[in-house]
């Protein structure tokens, strides 16, 4: 079975602050999605990472997938209270692209 | 708005019952998902329709059971419900069918909160 660990898995911070979410696997993706998910509501699609080493800029977040494409991170710049949400990673593997959530992040910025 | 219908919104049951939820994917999505969300838990992926004919299984418990139909909404149905089956159920959909190299955007419903009494 696979797993994707994602940490931390709560974080409350102040609005203008800087900060990291992980996720981790010992298994290898062949691709690998942020979702942020809002209360109530179903997950959206952030950003897909293909390729090992590759990081994209949606605004203020950062995403990176390891070289190894075992792993990935989101950083957020500047968090404002819009941020606020539940934030998952998704892998894709296997022939018809298996899909395995990450345990999620649950973020809140206080204003 | 996702494009993604789910009904019904809410859904309280009985142990023992059993219960079917209905998904409308996005028009011309082929891909259909289905995915448990417990409380304080990360989506549990359960099973993957494409075009009608399933492709991809996940953690789905025997009692549970889906199907795509030609007009290709989706139905899951749930029986001999427990306390521990209540959750979020969420349904996403996709254009295509996702491989080697093909990576798929899910575009997924508002869910269907299913509570077993």
């Known amino acids: 079975t696979q797993l994707l660990e994602q940490s931390p898995q709560f974080l409350s911070i102040q609005e203008g602050e800087n900060l990291t979410v992980y996720c981790n696997s010992s298994?290898?993706?062949?691709?690998l999605q942020w979702y942020r998910q809002e209360p109530g509501e179903g997950p959206v699609l952030l950003v897909t990472?293909?390729?090992?080493?590759e990081v994209k800029k949606l605004k203020r977040l950062t995403f990176q997938f390891g070289d190894a494409r075992k792993d990935s991170s989101l950083h957020i710049t500047a968090a404002q209270p819009g941020d606020t949400g539940l934030y998952l990673c998704?892998?894709?593997?296997?022939?018809?692209?298996?899909?395995?959530f990450g345990t999620g992040t649950k973020l809140q910025v206080i204003p | 708005d996702s494009g993604v219908t789910q009904t019904p919104k809410h859904l309280i049951t009985a142990t023992g019952q059993r219960v079917t939820l209905r998904c409308s994917p996005r028009?011309?999505?082929?891909?259909v998902y289905w995915y448990q969300q417990s409380l304080d838990q990360g989506l549990q992926f359960l099973i993957q329709?494409?075009?009608?004919?399933?492709?991809a299984k996940g953690n789905i418990l025997e009692r549970f059971s889906a199907q795509q139909f030609p007009d290709l909404h989706s139905e899951l149905n749930l029986s001999s419900l427990e306390l521990g089956d209540s959750a979020l159920y969420f349904c996403?959909?996709?254009?295509?069918?996702?491989?080697?190299?093909?990576?798929?955007?899910?575009?997924f419903g508002p869910g269907t909160r299913l509570t077993v009494l």
């Open positions: 996403a959909s996709s254009p295509r069918l996702a491989g080697a190299h093909i990576y798929n955007e899910q575009f």
């Open positions: 298994s290898v993706f062949s691709s």
């Open positions: 990472v293909v390729t090992g080493g």
């Open positions: 998704a892998g894709y593997s296997g022939g018809y692209q298996k899909v395995t």
């Open positions: 028009s011309g999505d082929l891909s």
């Open positions: 329709y494409y075009n009608g004919e399933e492709r």
